[in-house]
Antibody, heavy 120, light 106 residues
Framework: EVLLVQSGAEVRESGESLKISCKAS????????IGWVRQVPGKGLEWMGI????????RYNPSFQGQVTISADKSITTAYLQWNSLRASDTAIYFC?????????????WGQGTMVIVSS | DIQMTQSPSTLSASVGDRVTITCRAS??????LAWYQQKPGKAPKLLIY???TLQSGVPSRFSGSGSGTEFTLTISSLQPDDFATYYC?????????FGQGTKVEI
């Protein structure tokens, strides 16, 4: 069974750093792109970017470029989303999701989501 | 960026109704479009990809059509489990934007 299991909820203060994770299992982690999607509570979905764990190639939504870092460690089949300096506006639910081997493939498997709360 | 606009934003329907949701792209996205269903407190679920291909395990009452800039998601006979929010997303060029969502409610 293909699974993406995300790390637990986090509460941080503005200005702090944070790294959340997405552990993949049940498929060849190195041959599928994996991405991150933000959802502010009560709002819609925003695509943040993707990483190819095979060679760590990344693509970002310009709206998030420079604000977050997306990475992957293929040795432990885990993808990451990282902030160096959180802002209150980063408060949201963050989902990881698997793309297919082809870049234009849809997001077919999703993690359960990680709630991040940032107090100002 | 390509803007994706869904209509309506909210749809009131009853069990057994035929429901159609529209997604319009601000530029040609060919057939690189997917539809997702999201229920409260849950992750989205892929329903349709490449505009009209049904994801494995998704009931056949769901169907998708369109290409270019106009797409539709149709539920042929609404079931109680279908009350949820539906999103379209294009994959034609970066960034892969979502529509704002359509909430299907009773």
């Amino acid at each position: 069974e293909v699974l993406l299991v995300q790390s637990g909820a986090e509460v941080r203060e503005s200005g702090e750093s944070l790294k959340i994770s997405c552990k993949a299992s049940g498929y060849d982690f190195t041959t599928y792109w994996i991405g991150w999607v933000r959802q502010v509570p009560g709002k819609g979905l925003e695509w943040m970017g993707i990483v190819y764990p095979g060679d760590s190639d990344t693509r970002y939504n310009p709206s998030f470029q420079g604000q977050v870092t997306i990475s992957a460690d293929k040795s432990i089949t885990t993808a990451y989303l990282q902030w160096n300096s959180l802002r209150a506006s980063d408060t949201a639910i963050y989902f990881c999701a698997r793309n297919g081997p082809i870049l234009a493939d849809p997001l077919d498997v999703w993690g359960q989501g990680t709630m991040v709360i940032v107090s100002s | 960026d390509i803007q994706m606009t869904q209509s309506p934003s909210t749809l009131s329907a009853s069990v057994g109704d035929r429901v159609t949701i529209t997604c319009r792209a601000s530029q040609n996205v060919r057939s690189w479009l997917a539809w997702y269903q999201q229920k409260p407190g849950k992750a989205p679920k892929l329903l349709i990809y490449k505009a009209s291909t049904l994801q494995s395990g998704v009931p056949s009452r769901f169907s998708g059509s369109g290409s270019g800039t106009e797409f539709t998601l149709t539920i042929s006979s609404l079931q109680p489990d279908d009350f949820a929010t539906y999103y379209c997303q294009h994959f034609n060029s970066y960034p892969w934007t979502f529509g704002q969502g359509t909430k299907v409610e009773i």
